[in-house]
Structures are given as structure tokens and as C-alpha cells.
């Protein structure tokens, strides 16, 4: 069987905190998915895996527990275990610039990335430890914000006993994803003591690499993804999305193209022969095989299926993303 990880990074927005919104605002756009249109954040996510019987993976970042306190990061992971799903790491190393009292002696950086090997355990060890103090099991995967890690990061989440890392994005290899593996590495590998699960994809045209994230691929590219990987019996298949994605990017209004891929994402995986949906307690149990039967490859691309999204992304963005104009 396939493993499908569905996860969702699940974090507050450190430009809403920058430009002055007030965390209450932050956290009903950034974690609830508030808009005019209802509510379409992590509650509405799980009621669609939960719909279909399927299992959430939620890369929670506790670090604006150094800013706004604690119980902002109970208030985040107090439901996801209460129905049932995943709590692992997810790192925003940009809320330092705002703390009162850095872990880190004031040192700042973007990405996990940009710290040493000894900062980057002290780091992952103090959201770990938020996690847990906010009613987490304790984690055993992690994934950098903005996919912003490099090897050290990987060595300092096995340091302090993580054993998943799912931060290897293709679509930021050589920029803000500096770990050193080949763009086309598919299966899960052990790299410096622990599993890296590389976020997975398809080639939308010749050599290029397109992230299986909701709002980057098509229903029909990701059903189709899936269907490829199942047929291959690849090991793994790891799918992104935020807390944030269904609403539009100025947060106003649903995005019901987005929307409605998430809604498929779910039907697919439940659905389709081959593919089951997993965590990483599943993997850690050994429920999950973690090598595919055979050397998996990529979809390959369909002028079709790549111009039919160009084509649903502009019709989306015309409906749900200009800023309408007041009568």
C-alpha cells in the first residue's frame, strides 16, 4: 500500500503580527480560517478527513508561545488531539525577532537553516517541549517553515529523539531548502539518524518539478499523482497544504477552487485502489513500509492536464482572489 501523509502546517502569521493585527484576528484567519464566507481552517480540514475516514498530520508551530504566551499553542493543538489526529514540529524561526527572552542569546535567522548545529538543537528541543506542555504526545517528526532547512537540521532533530523529518521540497532546493539531496530522491531515506519523507510531487512540464500541495496542483494532477504512485507501490506519498489555504490570500473570502481540491484530495485518497491514509505513528508502528517495491518515478507530464490547470488556477484567481471593487 501507498501511505498517503496528509499534512497541514498549521501556523499563525508572523507578517499579521508584524503589521500590528491583533493575535485574536491572527489566530481566527491563520489557525480557524475565519472569513465572510464561515470558517474553513483546521476544524472544517478535519471534518473532511474525518468525512472519509482519513488521518491529519498537523505541523504545529508553538514558536508564538514566545511572544503572545503559552495557551496560544493549547488553544491549536487541544482540538486536533481531541478528534483524533497528528501533532508534530513545525519551526517559524522568524517570531525571535519579537521575543523578550531569546532561548538563543537574540540571534536571529528566518529559516531553522540559518542557525548553528547547537542553536538549531536548542530551537527544536524548546518546540518540542511547547508542544508537549500544550497536551502533545510527544512528536517524532518535524518540518522547517518554509521548507527552510539544511543538514544540521536533520542532525539536531535526531539529537533530540525526532525521527521523521519531512522538510525536502524539490519545487526550494537550492534556496531556502538547503538539505543535500538529488531533486529527483521519491522514496523516504535515512539521512544523519533519523527518515527524511521528501514532500511529493509530479512533472507538470519536461524537468520540472510541481509540489503535491493543494493549492499548487489540480484535482485531476493530484488524483492522477496518486494513482501513479499506487500503481508503482511507492512507499510513500506526502501532500501539503496550511491552515490558511482554503481562503483567499488577502484572507476575505473562501477560495472555492482551492476548496474543492481538498475536497477531492480526500475522496481520491479514500478511494483509490493501493492508497491508504497514514500518520507518522502509523510509519513510527510499523504499520508503514518505508521502501517501495520497486524504483518509483515521477507522473510524468500531460500538455492536457498541465494547460487545464494553468486554465482552473486563472479562472480562480479571477473569482476568488482580485479585490472586488466596492458598489
Same mark, same amino acid.
Given at each position: 500500500m501507498t501511505q498517503a501523509l496528509i499534512t497541514v502546517d498549521t501556523e499563525l502569521s508572523a507578517l499579521f503580527h508584524q503589521r500590528g493585527i491583533d493575535v485574536r484576528?491572527?489566530?481566527?484567519?491563520?489557525? =480557524?480560517?475565519?472569513?465572510?464566507?464561515?470558517?474553513?481552517?483546521?476544524?472544517?480540514?478535519? &471534518?473532511?478527513?474525518?468525512?472519509?475516514?482519513?488521518?491529519g498530520v498537523f505541523f504545529v508551530d508553538p514558536m508564538p508561545a514566545l511572544v503572545y504566551g503559552e495557551q496560544i499553542v493549547a488553544d491549536i493543538v487541544g482540538p486536533i488531539i481531541a478528534r483524533g489526529h497528528e501533532v508534530q514540529v513545525h519551526i517559524h524561526s522568524e517570531w525571535l525577532e519579537w521575543a523578550p527572552d531569546s532561548p538563543v542569546e537574540g540571534r536571529q535567522g528566518r529559516n531553522i537553516g540559518d542557525f548553528s548545529l547547537e542553536d538549531q538543537?536548542? =530551537? @527544536? !528541543? @524548546? +518546540?518540542?517541549?511547547?508542544?508537549q506542555r500544550a497536551g502533545a504526545p510527544a512528536p517524532v517528526a518535524i518540518r522547517a517553515g518554509n521548507f527552510g532547512a539544511n543538514d544540521n537540521t536533520l542532525r539536531a532533530a535526531a539529537q533530540i529523539g525526532l525521527r521523521f523529518d519531512s522538510s525536502f521540497n524539490a519545487a526550494f532546493a537550492?534556496?531556502?531548502?538547503?538539505?543535500?539531496?538529488?531533486?529527483?530522491?521519491?522514496?523516504?531515506?535515512?539521512?544523519?539518524? @533519523?527518515?527524511?519523507?521528501?514532500?511529493?510531487?509530479?512533472?507538470? !512540464?519536461?524537468?520540472?518539478?510541481?509540489?503535491?500541495?493543494?493549492? +499548487?496542483?489540480?484535482?485531476?494532477?493530484?488524483?492522477?499523482?496518486? &494513482?501513479? +504512485? +499506487?500503481?508503482?507501490?511507492?512507499?510513500?506519498?506526502?501532500?501539503?497544504t496550511h491552515s490558511f489555504e482554503m481562503l483567499s490570500r488577502d484572507r476575505q473570502r473562501p477560495n472555492r477552487s482551492v476548496i474543492g481540491r481538498f475536497e477531492a484530495m480526500c475522496r481520491a485518497i479514500a478511494t483509490i485502489e493501493g492508497v491508504r491514509s497514514c500518520g507518522f505513528v502509523g510509519l513510527e508502528s510499523g504499520s508503514g513500509g518505508m521502501r517501495s517495491a520497486t524504483?518509483?518515478?515521477l507522473l510524468p507530464p500531460d500538455r492536457f492536464r498541465t494547460m487545464q490547470?494553468?486554465?482552473?488556477?486563472?479562472?480562480?484567481?479571477?473569482?476568488?482572489?482580485?479585490?472586488l471593487l466596492p458598489a
Amino acid at each position: 500500500m501507498t501511505q498517503a501523509l496528509i499534512t497541514v502546517d498549521t501556523e499563525l502569521s508572523a507578517l499579521f503580527h508584524q503589521r500590528g493585527i491583533d493575535v485574536r484576528d491572527n489566530f481566527a484567519s491563520s489557525i =480557524l480560517g475565519r472569513c465572510s464566507g464561515g470558517e474553513f481552517g483546521i476544524g472544517w480540514q478535519m &471534518d473532511e478527513m474525518d468525512r472519509h475516514g482519513l488521518t491529519g498530520v498537523f505541523f504545529v508551530d508553538p514558536m508564538p508561545a514566545l511572544v503572545y504566551g503559552e495557551q496560544i499553542v493549547a488553544d491549536i493543538v487541544g482540538p486536533i488531539i481531541a478528534r483524533g489526529h497528528e501533532v508534530q514540529v513545525h519551526i517559524h524561526s522568524e517570531w525571535l525577532e519579537w521575543a523578550p527572552d531569546s532561548p538563543v542569546e537574540g540571534r536571529q535567522g528566518r529559516n531553522i537553516g540559518d542557525f548553528s548545529l547547537e542553536d538549531q538543537i536548542i =530551537l @527544536l !528541543r @524548546l +518546540a518540542r517541549d511547547l508542544l508537549q506542555r500544550a497536551g502533545a504526545p510527544a512528536p517524532v517528526a518535524i518540518r522547517a517553515g518554509n521548507f527552510g532547512a539544511n543538514d544540521n537540521t536533520l542532525r539536531a532533530a535526531a539529537q533530540i529523539g525526532l525521527r521523521f523529518d519531512s522538510s525536502f521540497n524539490a519545487a526550494f532546493a537550492g534556496t531556502a531548502c538547503a538539505i543535500a539531496l538529488d531533486s529527483g530522491q521519491i522514496d523516504p531515506v535515512e539521512r544523519h539518524g @533519523l527518515m527524511e519523507l521528501p514532500v511529493s510531487g509530479l512533472h507538470d !512540464r519536461p524537468g520540472s518539478f510541481r509540489a503535491a500541495q493543494i493549492c +499548487a496542483v489540480s484535482s485531476r494532477e493530484m488524483h492522477a499523482a496518486l &494513482d501513479h +504512485a +499506487a500503481r508503482q507501490r511507492q512507499a510513500c506519498f506526502m501532500i501539503v497544504t496550511h491552515s490558511f489555504e482554503m481562503l483567499s490570500r488577502d484572507r476575505q473570502r473562501p477560495n472555492r477552487s482551492v476548496i474543492g481540491r481538498f475536497e477531492a484530495m480526500c475522496r481520491a485518497i479514500a478511494t483509490i485502489e493501493g492508497v491508504r491514509s497514514c500518520g507518522f505513528v502509523g510509519l513510527e508502528s510499523g504499520s508503514g513500509g518505508m521502501r517501495s517495491a520497486t524504483r518509483p518515478t515521477l507522473l510524468p507530464p500531460d500538455r492536457f492536464r498541465t494547460m487545464q490547470r494553468v486554465l482552473e488556477q486563472a479562472l480562480g484567481t479571477w473569482l476568488y482572489e482580485r479585490r472586488l471593487l466596492p458598489a
